[in-house]
């Protein structure tokens, strides 16, 4: 992402040990550039208000990494709020030296200070770590921290599309354009599955070739789909990037039953494992919030995500099924089989995804909730993709879970969560949390 512009700032007095508050500070700052080399960081400590206010005035921070090298008081703290709203993270230094002698840095009185002028401030969200810069848990803070605030930047450059609507019974996908401009700063177009399907039919055989070749290398078996099934798939598969590519469409949710099975006789399973590959978070039945939790997770992972149900567990294994009808990314596939094409499971048409996920020893499950009050929540819970052969026809990851299987799913069950989650490669938990409270919502960790 472009411009994404985090920043250190260190305060202090020098009415302290100065020798100790440079040593951490040139160990900070060095810490700070070897996670993210975009961070801007002072040639000096900041040492007094006028010195802040010079350093902050030609800035504009995605993220603050707000230290107190030494103790100062909340005047220091103050002064960045009221130029700037984005997230903070405070990091209280630990004392280097107790020897019964001078207290060299007082940083955690300072952090008491700083805390206090931020919830002064509106009650202003904020994250806090406790440590000296080499420890592994300050490191996971600012990293997690960092990528939070990148994805939240990112997030109002997001365009993304509802390709008509969800179907009967499955209201909780559904967004308003206002409601996601103001919470996350996102863009919603809208779009009727008859106008793709429309776009679909104009294609010639030549118009949708190259789309055909691109999906036979990406697939397996794709020869035995009915020919005119192939070419019903490759005319949706360009009318769809067309579209996606002339609105500048980062994320779509799209309509899938009945209406690419009685309009048009073909699914757009494949179409949108497809897309998912190219970076497109691509959601079926037309579930925003959870397209929405798909391109979150891309962000953090950088590659796709799975997107699907939970529907078995096994508590011998200790697991939990994720399944879909067929609309995986085909890189997702395990590699002993690829990404097979098969049938849609209800609706025996094909082509549609067919196969089970490789593994990933670390995994992370996540959903965008959304209250009925209008309020959201992020779903969270970590374990390992397991090496498991396909569970029923369609797509499927089975995750073995961090906790009790049984419990994840009486508790998210009770909490009420909608039906589709995401599961990522790697452990994001950190970062979510971090970007939950950038938000103000409330963390549901299972």
């Known amino acids: 992402m472009k411009d994404f512009v985090p920043v250190y700032v260190p305060v202090g007095v020098p009415t302290f040990h100065m020798e100790s508050a440079q040593d951490q500070f040139t160990r900070s ?19 007094g208000v006028d010195q802040l206010r010079d350093y902050l005035a030609p800035l504009q921070p995605d993220l603050i990494v707000f230290q107190n090298l030494t103790f100062a008081n909340a005047a220091y703290m103050s002064e960045v709020l009221r130029r700037f709203d984005c997230p903070v993270l405070l990091w209280t230094l630990r004392e280097p030296v107790i020897d019964g002698g001078r207290l060299r840095l007082n940083s955690l009185t300072g952090a008491y200070s700083a805390a206090n002028a931020l919830r002064s401030f ?14 592994e848990r300050v490191v996971s803070a600012v990293s997690a921290c960092v990528a939070a605030a990148r994805v939240k930047k990112a997030m109002r450059g997001l365009r993304m599309a509802a390709v008509g609507h969800t179907p009967q019974g499955f209201g909780f996908g559904r967004a308003l354009d ?4 103001h919470t996350f700063g996102v863009e919603l177009e809208a779009i009727e599955a008859r106008e793709l399907i429309d776009m679909a039919k104009a294609c010639s055989d030549e118009d949708c070739a190259d789309y055909l070749e691109k999906t036979r290398c990406a697939t397996c078996g794709l020869e035995k789909t009915p020919s005119k099934n192939q070419l019903d798939h490759a ?54 919030y959870g397209a929405l939790s798909m391109w979150i997770g891309m962000q953090l992972s950088g590659e796709p995500v799975f997107f699907g149900d939970p529907v078995s567990l096994d508590e011998g294994e200790n697991t939990v099924t994720f399944w879909h009808c067929g609309a995986a990314a085909c890189s997702l596939a395990r590699h002993d089989t690829g990404a097979v094409v098969g049938v849609h499971p209800n609706r025996k048409i ?20 959304r209250e009925p009050d209008g309020s959201f929540r992020f779903f969270l819970l970590e374990g390992e993709a397991l090496d498991k052969p396909k569970q029923f026809t369609g797509t499927s990851i ?8 049984r419990d994840v799913v009486e508790r998210s069950v ?16 950190a970062a979510l949390e971090r970007l939950a409270e950038m938000f103000g919502f409330e963390i549901c960790k299972y």
Request: hydrophobic letters at 40%; a negative charge.
């Open 235 to 288: 005319r949706l598969y360009k009318a769809y990037t067309d579209y996606v590519r002339g609105h500048r469409i980062g994320a779509l949710a799209s309509r899938c039953w009945p209406d690419f099975f009685t309009a048009f006789g073909t699914p757009v399973c494949t179409v949108l494992s497809l897309l998912n590959d190219e970076g497109v978070a691509a959601a079926c039945e037309a579930d925003i």
């Open 122 to 135: 509106g009650d202003r969200p904020f994250a806090y770590v406790f440590g000296a810069p080499e420890e």
């Open 398 to 405: 089975v995750v073995r879970t961090d906790s009790p299987c």
């Open 414 to 429: 009770k909490d009420g969560f909608e039906p589709h989650f995401v599961v990522i490669r790697g452990r994001h938990a």
């Open 29 to 47: 700052a060095a810490l700070l550039r070897r996670v993210d080399g975009d961070f801007v960081c002072p040639d000096e400590m900041l040492l």
């Open 350 to 369: 094909g082509p549609a995804m067919d196969f089970g996920c490789e593994a990933f020893p670390e995994a992370t499950v996540f959903r965008i909730g």
């Open 178 to 181: 206002s409601e996601l401009m």
